[in-house]
Nanobody, 119 residues
Framework: QVQLVESGGGLVQPGGSLRLSCVAS????????MGWYRQAPGKQRELVAH???????NYADSVKDRFTISRDNAKNTLFLQMNSLKPEYTAVYYC?????????????WGHGTQVPVSS
């Protein structure tokens, strides 16, 4: 079982910035495409950004001009830099490997990190 630990969330004002981190326990972290998912209140979990082992990045249209995903394979860590935050981005953010059909690959989720965007 892979452990995933998200951190970096917290209250932020609209227009503000935040950097999220995710540490994964797997020894072969570098081979996985990794992604950030979010779940807003009353909505289903959605993939917002992912990055391949070759560091090719992809973003949902709603965040592509504001978010930057990156990774540090030496530290088994995934990052999400979030700028120009909007209230509708309020959600719990989770990380996971991304498999077929952009579905989460690891069998278990971490606890996520809460990002409330509010003035």
């Amino acid at each position: 079982q892979v452990q995933l630990v998200e951190s970096g969330g917290g209250l932020v004002q609209p227009g503000g910035s935040l950097r999220l981190s995710c540490v994964a326990s797997t020894s072969i972290f570098s081979i996985y495409t990794m992604g950030w998912y979010r779940q807003a209140p009353g909505k289903q979990r959605e993939l917002v950004a992912h990055i391949t082992s070759d560091r090719i990045t992809n973003y949902a249209d709603s965040v592509k001009d504001r978010f930057t995903i990156s990774r540090d394979n030496a530290k088994n860590t995934l990052f999400l830099q979030m700028n120009s935050l909007k209230p509708e981005y309020t959600a719990v953010y989770y990380c996971n490997a991304v498999g077929s059909g952009l579905q989460p690959f690891f069998g278990s989720w971490g606890h996520g990190t809460q990002v409330p965007v509010s003035s």
